[in-house]
């Protein structure tokens, strides 16, 4: 006739083991500053739309409505006609 050991007790301590404190606190980062990123102009990135399927970008979706709103109708790579009317086409200068 042996008495169990008490080991329930013993597991019961150990629960109460205090996790530990994490005390490398992140905020000393300094969020994002200084950098002032200076808006790029939409003009300077490549055409996206090729509108008159010669396999050639010429026209931008500025508005990022999917649809063309800025072409390049001169082939500098520079958008030279707008549509700011909102009618799909670009408007005549
Ligand atoms: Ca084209
Ligand atoms: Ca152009
Ligand atoms: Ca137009």
Known sequence: MKKLPMIAAA???ATLIAAPSFAQ???AEAPEEGAAEA????EAAPATIDTDG???MDAWDQRGDGKPDSWDTDGDGAPDAFDQDG????DPK
């Open 39 to 42: 808006a790029p102009a939409p």
């Open 25 to 27: 606190d992140a905020g």
């Open 54 to 56: 010669d396999g050639t």
């Open 87 to 90: 009618d799909g086409a670009p």
């Open 11 to 13: 597991f019961g301590a």
